[in-house]
């Protein structure tokens, strides 16, 4: 009775770090995509940037959004 005890006790402790495991696992594939996700934006941002700034250049006007 007492090893059956014990081995689910120490069953219930590798499925918890299982778990653990997948869920951290997981997690970091989540980051590494919203991290991607995120520079693509700001790509799109630099680029959009980089036109207005050359639109505005080319209409011989000041960029407002420079300091």
């Known amino acids: 009775m007492r090893q059956v005890f014990l081995l689910g006790?120490?069953?219930?402790?590798?499925?918890?770090?299982?778990?653990?495991?997948?869920?951290?696992?997981?997690?970091?594939?989540?980051?590494?995509y919203a991290d991607w996700r995120l520079g693509k934006e700001l790509d799109e941002l630099q680029a959009e940037m980089r036109a207005r700034r050359q639109r505005f250049q080319a209409e011989g006007r000041e960029d407002p959004g420079e300091l």
Do not use: D, E, M, P
Request: hydrophobic content about 70%; proline content about 0%; overall charge positive.
């Open 9 to 32: 006790i120490l069953f219930f402790i590798v499925l918890s770090l299982a778990a653990a495991g997948i869920y951290l696992f997981g997690k970091a594939l989540y980051t590494v």
